[in-house]
């Protein structure tokens, strides 16, 4: 089963690197096969941004657009009234950069930019959001995606910080998991 995740954002917030981000920890740090690419009009900071990551455990031929999101993660929610959404159904996990963090139903909001200024002193939200993604899905291991910031953006300061930003999304995404239903037969 292939796994869908679109990224929406504005030039210059990191849609592309989270999408890379997660394609590159499924291939080279568990096993998968991905792909990861942009979708962009004029290319200026600021300008509404769309990132696609495909994950599956089989090589991947589709190279056609998203018609069917399995998440879909909004850096800015101000873009959500301003950009069509015609892969967004009742079943796609929607993650969103928020001030209010909330989870109802399939909509998860969490306070991305609280939390990357208490850990990277920035509003760099892609790798909060990231993180948050593998918690409340399991969709990869986070030592997988901790292992592609770190092989990304080196071992230095920068890595540091955005890993334990990172492992912290995580935790806040495993948390909001909907629990499984158990058998007790």
């Not at 989270?18 to 300008?47: I, Y």
């Not at 455990?57 to 056609?64: E, G």
């Amino acid at each position: 089963m292939t796994h869908e995740t679109v990224w929406l954002g504005r030039g210059g917030q990191g849609a592309f690197t989270a999408a890379r981000l997660l394609g590159l920890a499924a291939v080279r740090f568990n096993g998968r096969h991905a792909l990861a690419f942009p979708s962009f009009g004029p290319e200026r900071r600021g300008a509404p941004v769309f990132a696609y990551t495909r994950i599956c455990a089989t090589p991947i031929a589709d190279r056609s657009p998203v018609f069917q999101a399995s998440a879909f993660l909004v850096l800015d929610e101000s873009l959500l009234d301003q950009v069509a959404t015609p892969f967004v159904h009742a079943t796609t996990l929607l993650i969103v950069n928020s001030s209010v963090s909330s989870v109802t139903g399939q909509v998860h909001r969490i306070e991305a930019r609280r939390i990357a200024h208490e850990f990277l002193g920035s509003e760099h939200i892609n790798t909060i959001l990231l993180g948050y993604l593998v918690g409340v899905t399991d969709l990869l291991p986070p030592t997988a995606v901790e292992a592609a910031i770190q092989a990304d953006f080196g071992t230095g300061t920068r890595a540091r910080k955005n890993i334990l930003a990172c492992r912290h999304a995580v935790g806040l995404g495993k948390a909001a998991q909907v629990p499984k239903h158990v058998d007790r037969r």
